[in-house]
């Protein structure tokens, strides 16, 4: 019966709210792409159906239509800056780099997999179908300023604004639908416009051959429908728009009243501020609100949580076993060399190593750009060989460098093991031509083996580079490539594949970071591992370049425009199983206008949004809300037994332990630490004073989490676990936290909770309490019936807790110690009774903790595997 319905609703191209485009990808007036969010069948609650798909658009008010593909899949389209709040899809069908805008105007035509549908407004009028059109925000020379309205058909307006240097960038192809006829004079031209409902405005192009291709006396003047406004200073472009018909009379009381009430507003929430001040006594700087004492019986904490009836899910890491064929092919190299069965993780790759990384960079460097660099400006089209702002000598020019913020190496044994199939099943193609010259990564990576695992020249096996945004290329090492979203942003020149180069400067075209987000200023490429196999070679633009590999005759291909436009070399694969990404390069761009050093020294360290070992890494946990647990692997814990022992805890065996990962909370995690990492900045230090300093006891004042891990760290042993994942400066640090059961599972179901009535009665003053001594923090754990069925387990929470300024007491008792701490805007206690231990971490927000580890543990016995 749907499909009966399906196929009716399409019979005619329409139905009361979509109408049928054609194939290919929707794009808008401008025909430009939208931003897209595809669900293949199966994914996040996505069945699979047309009319699905169809409702998926219906729903978002700022969605202008929808593709549906050969194969099911759902691409919903939203306006510039929009996402859909009525369902999710994968991170890796996420594309929202592109800035399409308004109704769907056409299909792109380029496949014929893919039906383009666009969605009709409430109520259609062939007389009104026509809608406001787009103007842009730029800043001009103008003579004045005005917005664009629709015109009544019919009606003839004489009135217009004059903008000087500006041109109609959709407009500049003399073939653009947009444009209605084209006329000798200004004064033709408006005689036209100004009789047409459709015109809204005439635009005369540059005269200067930069922009519109006119120049001097041949210049024409066109009518057009549509006008998106582009600045180029001293063109010589004019614009001649349609102006307003009327004002409105109750503007300026519209206004008055506005912000009246505004300032009204404004003035009741500073009385109530002050007012609250008043009643609860001054507020330290490290919570927007008055902090609550808390009591640190576990009890208490968890009762406080238990209220939520909520329940997490929980899945385990532990993957299927790897035969011994598969276990010997994993590079020596990677932390999970030593694994057994299959894994899916990422680790940060030490700073030492950086320096390889860095000569790579350098030695790939070409300064050389292409029309794919987008102007960084923003007030210049495409233009072969780069805009001028981008040239070398440009305003802000080329980078001049690219200074690495940290470096990720994914380790996904799935991912490696088709890797290592495809590249035995190119090997017997025999003898292959190798490209002249040399791929430039070549001399680096093979003198450094204990980063790069020695590559197979015979297959054509190379290090290439892939830009993208930094999103995307976290997703694309959590979940590999995806072809068919390929060319989404920059085109296929060569036809649809997964394109690379083998010079960083070329795919740094291709990388975007996050204005206004986490990674504002930060850029990301992709090293990857690649078997070229046999190539097709070609100096010429050849979109039918992948047919010649799907016939079979060749692998992969290598464009060289090296040749014909002294750019770059252009290396592409058709299937994802020719290229693993190894390595996820996080950097900044160093400006031509700053040394490097100056450059160097301006920039914080950085750390990954999320900890990069987590399964939802890749996700932007601010707009994609998730909450999961993971059973971790056999290896993570027997390192947290080794933690365990290494923190005054012997005999105990790790039973179970469950990772945390909830968006929630760590966002609320990472808000304080920004606060925290403010008030460092404003107070001018580079560090909070650590426990070392407090106590002035250099040989044992390190943490004890802290020096354990850190001994990891320096022997080269490399963890999911690891030092490298805090922040020092701010005091970021491991520590235990005892309870029962059933209070540590309402902790990761709901958070910490600070009981409101919870007043007197605690050692070091109201707060929640941690230790760095385990045994501390297991005199709180009851024994308790546990997975194995003994009943002498006991449960602890490893949280990462952010100290900030720390207020110290050696007291063996202070009950007002947190109220001290608040009065000097401390952020935490440090508790060392008699200077003898177990120190005691006590801090005054919830926000200030993350649970991450739920940990089981029981007496070693006769069960111990």
């Known amino acids: 019966m749907r499909v009966f319905l399906a196929i009716a609703w399409l019979s005619n191209g329409v139905n009361g709210d979509f109408q049928e485009m054609g194939t290919g990808y929707c794009m808008d007036s401008q ?38 593909s050969s194969s099911n ?19 890796a069908g996420i594309v929202n780099s592109n800035y399409g805008n308004g109704e769907v105007k056409k299909a792109s035509e380029h496949t014929t997999l893919t039906t383009c ?41 004489d009135r217009y604004t004059v903008t000087t240097d500006a041109f109609c960038s959709n407009a500049i192809d003399s073939t653009d639908p947009s444009i209605l006829r084209s ?62 018909t009327a004002e409105d009379p109750m503007l300026a009381l519209r206004i008055v009243l506005i912000v009246l009430g505004l300032l009204i507003l404004i003035g009741i929430i500073t009385l109530y501020c002050w007012w609250k001040r008043r009643k609860n006594g001054r507020v330290p700087l490290t919570s927007k609100a008055p902090v609550t004492p808390v009591n640190p019986d576990p009890a208490t904490v968890g009762a406080a949580a238990i209220k939520v009836p909520k329940t997490i899910p929980a899945e385990s890491e532990e993957g299927t076993a790897l035969s011994e064929a598969k276990r010997n092919a994993l590079p020596s190299h990677w932390g999970h060399s030593v694994e057994s069965t299959e894994f899916k993780s990422m680790l940060y790759v030490s700073e030492e190593k950086h320096k390889i990384f860095e000569a790579l960079l350098s030695k790939t460097y070409k300064a050389r750009s292409t029309q ?11 233009t072969p060989g780069g805009c001028p702002c981008v040239q070398p000598d440009g305003n802000p020019g080329l980078p001049a460098s690219y200074v690495i913020r940290r470096i990720i190496r ?25 490209p002249e010259p040399a791929v430039q990564t070549a001399g680096i990576v093979g003198e450094n083996p204990d980063v790069f695992t020695p590559l197979d020249s015979t297959v054509n096996e190379f290090y290439l580079w892939h830009g993208t945004h930094i999103r995307a290329a976290l997703s694309i090492a959590r979940e590999d490539f995806r072809i068919d979203m390929a060319g989404s942003n920059a085109g296929t020149m060569y036809g649809k594949g997964c394109y690379l180069a083998e010079n960083c400067t070329k795919a740094d075209e291709y990388a975007k970071d996050e204005p206004h987000g986490y990674y504002e200023g930060v850029f990301a490429l992709l090293l990857c591992r690649v078997s070229m196999g046999k190539y097709f070679y070609t100096t010429e633009r050849n979109d039918q370049a992948g047919e010649k590999v799907k016939s079979g005759e060749f692998d992969s291909t290598v464009g060289d425009r090296t040749k014909k436009a002294n750019t770059f070399r252009e290396f592409v694969v058709y299937d994802t199983e020719q290229v693993y990404p190894e390595y996820v390069i996080l950097y900044s761009r160093q400006p031509r206008a700053e040394a490097l050093e100056s450059f160097r020294f301006g920039l914080m360290e950085l750390h990954a949004e999320l900890p990069v070992y987590w399964q939802h890494c890749h996700v932007n946990p601010t707009i994609n809300r998730f909450e999961k647990q993971y059973w971790v692997r056999a290896t993570s814990r027997r390192l947290l037994e080794d933690l365990a022992t290494a923190c005054n805890c012997t005999g105990k065996k790790v039973l179970a332990a469950r990772r945390i990962e909830v968006s929630s909370t760590w966002n609320r995690y990472v808000r304080f630490k920004l606060r925290l990492k403010e008030e460092l900045s404003q107070l001018g230090l580079p560090a909070f004073a650590s426990a070392q300093l407090l106590e002035g006891k250099m040989e044992r004042g390190e943490i004890l989490t802290y020096t354990y ?7 080269g042993v490399q963890t999911t ?3 490298d994942g805090l922040e020092d400066a701010i005091q970021e640090h491991l520590l235990w936290h005892g309870t029962s059961k059933e209070a540590a599972e309402a902790i990761v179901r709901s958070d910490f909770r600070i009981p409101e009535d919870a007043k007197h009665g605690f050692r070091f003053g109201s707060g929640l309490y941690f230790a760095e001594d385990l045994s501390k923090s297991l005199s709180y754990a009851p024994l308790e019936r546990g997975s194995d069925g003994g009943k002498s387990s006991q449960f602890v929470l490893l949280c990462r807790v952010l100290c900030g300024q720390m207020h110290y007491t050696d007291h063996m008792s202070d009950g007002m110690a947190t109220a001290h701490a608040k009065q000097v805007w401390k952020h935490a206690v440090l508790a060392n009774p008699s200077s003898k231990g177990p120190r005691e971490f006590i801090v005054l927000s919830e926000m200030q903790v993350y649970p991450e580890y739920l940990v089981e543990l029981a007496p070693k016995g006769s069960m111990e595997p």
């Open 31 to 68: 025909n430009i792409y939208y931003d897209s969010f595809t669900a293949a069948p199966g994914d996040l609650g996505y069945v699979g159906s047309l009319d699905e798909c169809r409702q998926r658009s219906q729903a978002e008010a700022q969605s202008p239509g929808f593709a549906f």
């Open 117 to 157: 549908y666009k969605k009709l407004p409430a109520t259609t009028s062939s007389t009104t179908r026509e809608s406001t059109s787009v103007v842009s925000t730029a800043t001009t020379s103008t003579t004045s300023t005005t917005t664009t309205l629709g015109v009544i058909s019919g009606v003839t307006i």
């Open 709 to 715: 891990l850190k001994n990891l760290y320096g022997q």
């Open 410 to 434: 994914v380790e996904n044994s799935r991912m490696w093991s088709n890797y290592t199939a495809k590249r035995q099943r190119l090997r017997g193609r025999g003898s292959i031509e190798q």
């Open 721 to 723: 676990i690891s030092v």
């Open 372 to 382: 794919d660099r987008p102007c960084p400006n923003g007030s210049c089209p495409k």
């Open 73 to 91: 899949d759902c691409t919903v389209y939203m306006n510039n800056g929009q996402s859909p709040s009525s369902f999710q899809v994968p991170a």
């Open 183 to 244: 006329f000798d004079s200004k004064e033709s031209c408006w005689d036209f416009c100004s009789s047409q409902a459709s015109c809204v405005a005439c635009f005369r192009p540059c005269t200067d051959g930069t922009q519109g291709h006119c120049d001097g006396e041949s210049c024409s003047f066109l009518a057009v429908s549509l006008c998106s406004t582009r600045v180029s200073d001293g063109c010589g472009a004019q614009i001649w728009r349609k102006a307003k």
